[in-house]
């Protein structure tokens, strides 16, 4: 009881802190941030420590080949070292300053960056990665292999970071040659190139001390200025490694706390790209002149999950009722208006073609069989089922907590709804606390991502507590063999286990938008937003 | 001197009965409005179901999206839901909240005031000093604030309108009683040996009384304000409450496309917040106006 009572405290000290944000945030905007599809695949890291800093380089008149300035609307940005970013404007920002050692395609398949290529060994242990030629960092030295083996020992040595869990299992690291790097690994991981590629796995210059600070990439685009809160201001690198890139003359992520704000500046041509937008701002913008709309459809999804390990969840069945009493199809007319894909209640989307099994569907809707699955629990009308829904207030998950809430009353499930400011939801780690939670997670490139961190026995986020040996094994051969039919065939089982009797829900895989002027071209959206990749989009207008 | 009516100063003396409040209300074209409109919401408040075609969180999916027609008067939200029932129904829950709100924070207002000025001294100096502590911050900000403390829940939203309209009621009291308590009647009903409570409450009180009222009804139109706005700020009551801030919140994201959605909470924060403004302006010119003698 006591513990529970202090942990209550902090996390209403936390809800005071961030409501005093929240008041800062609001005083500077006209109206409070919101919504997007669009989560970092991590839940936010709210920490605002890190120092806001304006550096300046020397301007350069931008050579005749690099044409036009994008500016584009993102979230403010509040860390900017690779190794504590998460959100899409800070990802996007770091995207374009330093340069992945292999990076992933819009058809999520690895493609070489830094690495000009690359042989495995046949045990899958051993990675050789040859390096590009001709590259250099911003400050003039010359990139070689010493700055990979120093960037990727820090991303796996600094405790507490996500990388030190993904890069665990990298025995070693060593320089095999000026331009040669090999990566040696303790057990087989097929996923290795996709972990390499992994958001934070950004090179940066050997003995780099403050990355949140001074930008010195090797990236597309160089550092002009950064004004916190305002903007942050790029120009073409003029020796960028790769010819004719980047095809702008500069680029400009402007700071937008507000959604709507930033579609009407991208209406009124103030902006040139937004990818941030609920589904009516998108909508409204389709009959728009001069802008351009896409959608794509992504991985990403809301989790609805119920945590297992203790009552209510403890029982089987309870979940099960909530999955009989969910209707998927309005879910997905009503609250993504169409746009996206309807939900397997597994993180293996349809984006996956291959893992993917669209044969593994959960039970039609059914309320009655659901009244009779709470009733073997012990749940009727005189002792009904009762449960607080924790929902962030971002993105369409206050609707589908309301959805939720309604379709769930049909069955005798009685919701109260605790909609909280993004930060406190994720503060303190209280979302791995309660009982029934959304979490918005974003789209990955490979499907073993969502298994190790959120349903794998003591996974780091493991919000439902879900603990099945069997799904242990499952997603243990799918991340580790060499087999593909065997992982495939893993993935169908583990598809076919999660409907049976995983905690979660999942109602539906979002969709990606992006809104672009029509005078800009080449323009491809990415899944995870951040990673899109401006390099090679050019100018076409006057 | 065992009624204290009689022994009052005359400008303190409240008009005799309610009805003659009432018709002076009514004498009055801008309070009759504020009054007339304020008593419409009570009858909502009262019979909102009754009149709601649907019901408050009622989705009918094949719905939604619509804009203002025959069947739904003030259209639907995104969700399918009848904005109509659902501003009709907030009218209850967003006049009882910050109705019962006032209330408390009028009598806890009432009871340090008193105690404050009729005691002074030390204790005065306590109290007004941490009163006036509270009053430096901002309403919204001190809202916010315990609201982080509390958590989001209708009893905090109304412990938030109780600590932030306690100093306020106070300092009123306070300073009515300051200017009553050296008068005759006090001295003589303390002479007389009767108890605190009878002095506080059956003598100094009553000369409060006017001034407390129309400080009450001011209260309540920025308690209704208040409220709304910390459900716009998403941080008092709940979804799926038809709070009609919350409302106007919930419907900012699709206002380019469901513009209803939001302009009709919208619009009855605003009047029934003008409504409750007239009415308080009509009682004061009533209780202390029309009788101070100026």
Redesign the interface.
């Known amino acids: 009881m006591k513990i529970f009572s202090e942990t209550t405290f902090r996390?209403?000290?936390k809800?005071?802190?961030?409501?005093?944000l929240?008041?800062t945030i609001?005083a500077l905007a006209a109206?409070?941030g919101?919504?997007t599809n669009n989560t970092p695949a991590a839940p936010a890291n709210t920490d605002t420590s890190s120092t806001n800093t304006t550096t300046e380089t020397n301007m350069e008149e931008p050579a005749m080949s690099h044409k036009g300035v994008l500016r584009v609307a993102m979230q403010p940005v509040v860390n900017l070292d690779p190794i504590a970013i998460s959100s899409d404007s800070e990802v996007l920002f770091a995207n374009h300053v330093y340069d992945y050692l292999v990076d992933v395609d819009a058809q999520s398949n690895p493609v070489p960056r830094l690495a000009s290529g690359w042989t495995i060994s046949d045990d899958g242990l051993t990675y050789t990665f040859q390096l590009a030629e001709g590259v250099t960092w911003h400050d003039g030295s010359a990139f070689s292999a010493a700055d990979v083996v120093w960037t990727f020992n820090r991303l796996r040595q600094t405790e507490g970071t996500a990388t030190a869990d993904l890069y665990a299992n990298i025995a070693n690291i060593e320089a095999t040659g000026d331009l040669e790097v090999t990566f040696t690994l303790t057990n087989p991981n097929p996923f290795f190139l996709y972990d390499l590629s992994d958001n934070h796995a950004l090179v940066l210059k050997d003995g780099t001390e403050d990355a949140s600070t001074t930008f010195n990439g090797t990236g597309p685009f160089k550092v002009v200025s950064y004004t916190p809160e305002d903007r942050i201001v790029m120009e073409a690198n003029e020796t960028y490694f790769i010819p004719e890139q980047p095809k702008l003359a500069g680029l400009e992520i402007i700071f937008f706390n507000d959604?709507?704000a930033a579609i009407e500046a991208l209406r009124g041509g103030q902006i040139d790209l937004a990818m941030r937008m609920?589904t009516?701002?998108f909508?409204?913008l389709q009959e728009e002149a001069g802008i351009t709309t896409i959608d794509i459809p992504t991985n990403g999804f809301d989790l609805v999950r119920l945590r297992s390990d203790r009552a209510p969840g403890n029982d089987p069945r309870v979940i099960q009722a909530l999955k009989l009493a969910t209707d998927r199809d309005?879910i997905l007319?009503?609250?993504q208006q169409g746009y996206g894909a309807v939900g397997n209640d597994s993180p293996i989307g349809p984006l996956y073609e291959a893992y993917h099994n669209p044969d593994a569907q959960p039970p039609a809707r059914d309320v009655e069989a659901a009244r009779a699955l709470l009733a073997a629990a012990g749940y009727d009308e005189s002792n009904p089922l009762q449960l607080t829904l924790h929902t962030p207030?971002t993105g369409n998950r206050?609707?589908l907590?309301?959805?939720l809430?309604?379709q769930w009353a049909e069955a005798g499930v009685e919701i109260?709804?605790?909609?909280?400011?993004e930060s406190v939801y994720y503060g303190d780690d209280g979302w791995l606390e309660v009982d029934l939670g959304i979490t918005g997670w974003g789209s990955r490139p490979y499907p073993q991502f969502y298994l190790d961190v959120m349903l794998i026995t003591d996974a780091k986020w493991n919000e439902s507590h879900f603990a099945d040996t069997e799904f242990d094994e499952l997603a243990q051969t799918a991340g580790t063999t060499l087999d593909e039919a065997a992982r495939v065939q893993a993935y169908y089982n583990i598809q076919d286990l999660l409907i049976d009797h995983g905690p979660v829900i999942i109602p539906y895989y979002f969709a990606q938008f992006g809104a672009i002027s029509n005078q800009f071209d080449g323009f491809t959206l990415k899944a995870f937003a951040g990673r899109t990749d401006f390099r090679t989009i050019s100018y076409t207008g006057e | 001197m065992t009624s204290n009516g009689s022994s009052l100063p005359t400008q303190l003396s409240p008009p005799s009965s309610r009805r003659s409040i009432l018709r002076e209300l009514f004498a009055r074209p801008a309070s009759a409005l504020g009054t007339t409109i304020f008593l419409l919401f009570v009858l909502l408040a009262i019979c909102g179901p009754l009149l709601a075609p649907y019901e408050l969180n009622q989705q009918i999916y094949s719905d939604a999206r619509q804009a203002p027609s025959a069947t739904h008067w003030f259209g639907t939200d995104n969700l399918g839901r009848d904005v109509f029932s659902r501003v009709i129904l907030g009218a209850r829950d967003i006049l009882t909240l910050s109705g019962l709100g006032t209330l408390l924070a009028v009598l806890s207002g009432v009871t340090f005031g008193l105690i404050s000025g009729y005691y002074g001294g030390l204790l005065d100096e306590l109290i007004m000093r941490f009163f006036d502590s509270l009053l430096a911050m901002p309403a919204l900000l001190l809202a916010l604030l315990l609201l982080g403390i509390l958590g989001p829940a209708v009893s905090s939203v109304m412990i938030v309108i109780v600590v932030v309209y306690t100093p306020i009621v106070a300092r009123v009291v306070r300073s009515v009683v300051l200017s009553v308590k050296t008068k005759a009647f006090v001295e003589a009903a303390r002479i007389q040996g009767e108890s605190l409570w009878r002095i506080l409450f059956r003598e100094i009180l009553p000369s409060v009384l006017p001034a407390l009222a129309v400080e009450a009804s001011l209260r309540f139109s920025y308690a209704i304000f208040l409220v709304a706005s910390l459900g716009f700020l998403g941080v008092g009551v709940q979804p799926p409450s038809p709070n009609w801030g919350l409302m106007v919140n919930e419907a900012r994201q699709h206002v380019s496309q469901l513009p209803w959605a939001l302009y009709f909470p919208a619009g009855a924060i605003a009047i029934v917040v003008i409504g409750v403004n007239l009415m308080a302006d009509g009682l004061k010119r009533v209780w202390q106006g029309g009788t101070v003698g100026k």
Do not use: F, W, Y
Request: aromatic content about 0%; charged content about 20%.
């Open positions: 996390l209403h000290k809800r005071a802190v961030s409501l005093l929240l008041i609001l109206c409070g919101t919504t959604d709507t609920s009516s701002l909508q409204s309005a007319n009503v609250v207030d206050p609707d907590a309301a959805v809430k309604e109260e709804l605790s909609v909280e400011p």
